[in-house]
């Protein structure tokens, strides 16, 4: 078993007191990618969400989709350190479902900064220049390994994103939450074979959780808004065990 990597120190609230309004509308960023879709899968199903916002540069299946059904609506974006084309929407935001990111082995480590940090902070100061009344949550995902006073270069710019991005939550109707999942499997229209055989070999040890659970774990974090204070890091157990509280909800 792999249990020792991911510890699951946190555990949902039995019952958990919701907020009903707390995830009425959705931006979910990265949407394209293999985290994102998921995390797009698991808002497109959520009864309790009523709009969702992608913010993208290019389109997908699912992103097409949901555009069709009436309850995603796609904005084309280039330049993710600014979002004043989105002033119209920045105020209507409850919760943002992060998974936008890049491998630091296809970029150097200005570029790796430039996605990891400053996308997501110029997005929160942006945000929070419209909006500053709660609900409001960022769910990130920064991966296990993430360590501000790590020896790599990509797990201490992932821990900056963390801290910098809960500093700049602090004292506002904001909370800042950090996921530092294992494995997460993509969704069934993109995992291929050698996923789910990495799926085989990592779930005793709950090193795997797929797109949409992680997806659902963060709309039940969101919702629970006096559950878990800002700055709250997740790990892959942690993740699992909210997911698994979402599905008993439903």
Do not use: C
């Not at 797990?155 to 809960?166: Q, V």
């Not at 699992?240 to 439903?250: F, K, M, N, S, T």
């Amino acid at each position: 078993r792999w249990g020792n990597l991911t510890r699951g120190r946190i555990q949902p609230d039995e019952p958990g007191e919701k907020a009903p309004l707390a995830n009425r509308v959705v931006s979910v960023m990265g949407a394209t990618g293999s985290v994102g879709d998921g995390l797009l899968k698991a808002a497109s199903d959520a009864p309790e969400v009523e709009k969702i916002y992608v913010v993208t540069r290019r389109s997908s299946p699912r992103i097409d989709e949901g555009v069709a059904s009436g309850k995603v609506e796609m904005r084309l974006h280039q330049d993710f350190t600014d979002y004043s084309a989105l002033a119209d929407i920045r105020g209507e935001v409850n919760t943002v479902l992060w998974g936008l990111g890049t491998s630091s082995l296809s970029v150097d480590d200005a570029t790796y900064t430039w996605i990891h940090v400053d996308f997501p902070t110029a997005f929160v100061r942006a945000w929070l220049a419209a909006r500053r009344h709660a609900p409001m949550s960022i769910h990130n995902v920064t991966g296990m390994g993430t360590d501000p006073d790590g020896d790599s270069y990509w797990a201490r710019e992932k821990g900056r994103a963390e801290r910098e991005l809960a500093e700049l939550a602090a004292g506002t109707g904001l909370r800042s939450f950090s996921y530092r999942s294992a494995f997460v499997r993509p969704t069934s229209e993109n995992a291929n074979v050698f996923h789910y055989l990495g799926e085989a070999l990592l779930k005793p040890g709950a090193l795997v959780i797929t797109g949409k659970e992680l997806g659902r774990a963060m709309l039940e974090i969101s919702a629970r808004t006096n559950e878990l204070p800002n700055g709250t890091l997740i790990d892959n157990a942690d993740s699992i065990a909210y997911a698994r509280a979402y599905e008993a909800g439903q």
